[in-house]
């Protein structure tokens, strides 16, 4: 029987999620997200407050494992890949100001690449860490 904790996330609003202690949600952001969130002056504090807001449902699910999520006082539109309840991947960005939203054809390959994050091993991850081409963030457990 799964052990169900409450979470209070408005006043007389409470969340009730499966307890998954022990179970690790790691949170990246790829070099190109990086490169592109220092541009826009985006820190990483916000997006880990944003990633435990997507963790909460406060996020457009494209889904897939794809989401949509608004950053910098609604400026700026992020795209994250999630596997499910293991990881969570920043991968995209883009200005409001330059476009409205994602083109399907670009949905479709983010849904592609989301199923194939779903098969790295974490021999893998840490490759892509040691690489830098995937950055670990809200590392210190309050993601």
């Known amino acids: 029987m799964p052990n169900l904790v409450s979470r209070k996330i408005a006043p007389g609003a409470t969340l009730w999620f499966e ?3 022990g179970k690790s949600e790691r949170v990246f952001k790829t070099a190109w997200f990086t490169k592109a969130s220092k541009k826009a002056h985006i820190k990483d504090d916000e997006l880990c407050i944003a990633i435990r807001q997507v963790m909460l449902g406060q996020a457009d699910d494209l889904g897939g494992g794809i989401f949509k999520k608004r950053l910098d006082k609604n ?5 994250i890949l999630a596997k499910g309840g293991r990881y969570w991947v920043y991968e995209y960005l883009f200005a409001m100001k330059d476009r409205d939203n994602i083109e399907d054809s670009e949905l479709v390959k983010f849904r592609r690449l ?26 210190d457990g309050k993601a």
């Open 75 to 79: 400026r700026h539109r992020s795209i």
């Open 19 to 21: 307890d998954q202690a």
């Open 114 to 139: 989301a199923k194939s994050y779903e098969t790295l091993s974490n021999r893998q991850i840490d490759e892509l860490l040691q690489d830098d081409l995937w950055m670990e963030i809200c590392d």
